[in-house]
């Protein structure tokens, strides 16, 4: 079987033709964000392979077939409507690959964000939009990060038109703030939460509803989701597969969130990560990789990395440390940089006397994240 690859630098144009192919039966599989890694085959039906860094933060190729990414599309195009999309998301995450999809399934070709995200270029991409789709609905997905970027900017007349052009703007990959999201939308921006995962092919629960046919549950404080979205499970890894979707007596297939949670009233609470990760701009970030890094740096040797709530980027890593000192963070961020990725980069160094420690003599990290 052969595989079209691309890595986080790739022509989304390239991309949207692959993924257009894979469904057309005239191409194979695309890999997105990896490398062929593993020897065995890939499941019949196989459209991408989406490599995240998951919540250990090493990176893991999640399979979704044809079936699942079909399933997520349909019941978007169900619950917010029909129409044309826009990818301001890198073609490589699975909200970005959901964007083609949708454009593959709708039968629109979608618009392009050229470069990185600024206004300016949002401005442009929202006209291209208005020219090529005349009198269709208009839909986007977005970080974060972008929409506070789009919210910042609300002074410009042009900015709020361009985002008001869309009948619904998908926000997800981390926790919206609730300010943010009250902002835009007393701007008239129309915006939807979106929680899910490349293990989900991408957001399944929408403004905390579960998306048609999708259930969620949790079990042991954890929130696990089912439905036809969810992926085969992880490439060349049959026993992290089992371990993360689990079936029930009923051989309901449960996939395992590691987000922590409550169901209730048939709506879905996220109350965080079960795990030693935080999500910043859409990227899981393990805590326990960036604190690896920095302690190689003088000063650090006993500082402890935790996650701090951030309006712009949802969480952001803090090395904590008992004495700062000059250039202290510039080192860190940038030995955090080269092990993890920008979003490893600490944002500060906060000084805290004395190091709050367990019994064990380990870092208390509920303490030192509860003092920050």
């Known amino acids: 079987m052969t595989l079209a690859v691309f890595d986080s630098d790739a022509d989304p144009r390239d991309v949207y033709a692959a993924v257009k192919a894979a469904f057309n039966g005239s191409g194979g599989p695309v890999l997105l964000g990896g490398s062929v890694a593993h020897a065995g085959d890939l499941p019949a039906g196989t459209i991408a392979v989406v490599t995240t860094s998951g919540s250990t933060g090493v990176p893991k190729s999640v399979v979704l077939s044809r079936a699942s990414l079909t399933a997520s599309a349909l019941s978007t195009m169900k619950h917010v409507g029909e129409g044309a999309w826009m990818l301001a998301l ?41 020219r090529v789709a005349p009198g269709l609905p208009r839909y986007t997905s977005l970080v974060p990060a972008q929409l506070q970027t789009i919210v910042e900017e609300a002074e ?22 609730a300010a943010m999201s009250e902002h835009a939308e007393a701007l008239g921006i129309r915006v939807v939460r979106t929680y899910g995962s490349s293990e989900t092919a991408g957001g399944c629960v929408y403004d905390q509803v579960p998306l048609e046919f ?23 890894d049959a026993a992290l597969t089992d371990a993360t979707f689990v079936r029930d007596g009923d051989d309901v297939r449960w996939y395992r969130t590691g987000d922590a949670g409550l ?18 701009g859409g990227v899981n970030v393990s805590l326990d990789r960036v604190e690896r890094a920095v302690r190689s740096v003088p000063g650090a040797e006993r500082g402890v990395i935790v996650a701090a709530d951030d309006d712009r980027w949802g969480q952001v890593p803090v090395l904590v440390v008992e004495a700062d000192r000059a250039g202290l963070l ?43």
């Open 90 to 130: 890198p073609a490589t995450y699975v909200a970005g690959l959901q964007v083609l999809v949708r454009s593959v399934i709708g039968g629109h070709e979608p618009t392009f964000l050229s470069g990185h995200f600024t206004t300016d270029a949002f401005i442009r991409a929202a006209a291209e939009m208005a």
């Open 156 to 177: 410009d007349p042009a900015v709020v038109g361009a985002a008001r052009s869309f009948t619904a703007i998908l926000v997800g990959g981390q926790a919206l703030p």
């Open 214 to 236: 999708v259930r969620a549950r949790t079990v042991d404080g954890e929130i696990q989701l089912a439905g036809p979205m969810l992926a085969d499970g992880y490439w060349g």
């Open 263 to 280: 169901v209730e009233d048939g709506l879905v609470t996220v109350t965080g990560r079960i795990d030693n990760v935080l999500i910043s």
């Open 330 to 372: 510039d080192e860190a961020r940038a030995v955090a940089e080269a092990a993890v990725g920008v979003a490893g980069r600490p944002a500060r160094v906060v000084v805290m006397v004395p190091l709050p420690t367990l019994t064990s003599g380990k870092p208390d990290r509920r303490t030192i994240t509860a003092r920050l």
